[in-house]
């Protein structure tokens, strides 16, 4: 078990870190076109994504040891989901247009406050 929860602790820091990096560049990039390149979209999917792998681990942690789950817990958890998908429903959204590295920045240092959140919850 402990293995697992420090997997899950593990990827809880790289969501949170990973999402401060690319929210950062995001931004960034939104006020210098210089730093508008192919490999932040690469690394915001993959902050991104980190949200589902916390997530996975996080519920076979609860089915596999029967773990209680504090409520505030899941609930900052999953929020971190819907965060994803809602940033990238607004990607293509007519009054988004020109503004999606401020989109993704602002929506990537959302989910790192998340991420921040839910590991000191307790």
């Known amino acids: ?4 929860l420090d997997l899950h602790e593990g990827i809880g820091w790289f969501l949170i870190v990973s999402n401060a990096l690319v929210g950062a560049w995001a931004l ?3 006020w210098q076109p210089r730093l508008r390149v192919a490999a ?3 690394c915001v999917g993959v902050a991104q994504l980190s949200a589902f792998a916390v997530a996975i681990v996080g519920v ?7 773990l209680e789950l504090d409520d505030f817990h899941a609930l900052y958890g ?3 989901i819907v965060a994803v998908a ?5 990607r293509n959204s007519p009054f988004m247009h020109g503004k999606a590295h401020l989109l993704y ?10 991420g921040i959140r839910n590991l000191f919850l307790g």
């Open 78 to 80: 999953f929020s971190a």
């Open 86 to 90: 809602i940033l990238y429903a607004y």
């Open 40 to 42: 932040l979209w690469w």
């Open 28 to 30: 960034l990039a939104y």
């Open 60 to 66: 076979l942690l609860v089915n596999r040891y029967d």
């Open 1 to 4: 078990m402990q293995g697992l």
């Open 105 to 114: 920045g602002l929506g990537s240092l959302f989910i790192m406050g998340l």
